[in-house]
Nanobody, 125 residues
Framework: EVQLQASGGGLVQAGGSLRLSCVAS????????IGWFRQVPGKEPEGISC????????YYDDSVKGRFTISSDNAKNTLYLQMNSLKPEDTAVYYC??????????????????WGQGTQVTVSS
């Protein structure tokens, strides 16, 4: 059974940092696309950072470039998102999602097959 378990969200002041983790089971990180998406009420999830584990290719949306860092520990089947210099507009539910068949080759799209349950990030001003 495939599962993605995200954690690490919380309430933080603007300028602060959080580190999200996503533990995956049911597939390995050998050659997949995986990433972080966020959703605010009334909008579709948007891809903010994704990676292709075969060669370490990473993508960042312009809104988080320079502030967020995606990484993985393939031995632990775990994905991370280090979020620094957080802004109120980063407030959202954050999801990890995976494309275990690597169909999208690192493209950060909502079509990934597997999704976790989400973790709330709230940034106060």
């Amino acid at each position: 059974e495939v599962q993605l378990q995200a954690s690490g969200g919380g309430l933080v002041q603007a300028g602060g940092s959080l580190r999200l983790s996503c533990v995956a089971s049911g597939f390995t990180f050998d050659d997949i696309s995986i990433g972080w998406f966020r959703q605010v009420p009334g909008k579709e999830p948007e891809g903010i950072s994704c990676m292709r584990t075969s060669d370490g290719y990473t993508y960042y949306d312009d809104s988080v470039k320079g502030r967020f860092t995606i990484s993985s520990d393939n031995a632990k089947n775990t994905l991370y998102l280090q979020m620094n210099s957080l802004k109120p507009e980063d407030t959202a539910v954050y999801y990890c999602a995976a494309d275990p068949d690597n169909i999208f080759r690192g493209l950060c799209v909502r079509l990934y097959r597997e999704w976790g349950q989400g973790t709330q990030v709230t940034v106060s001003s």
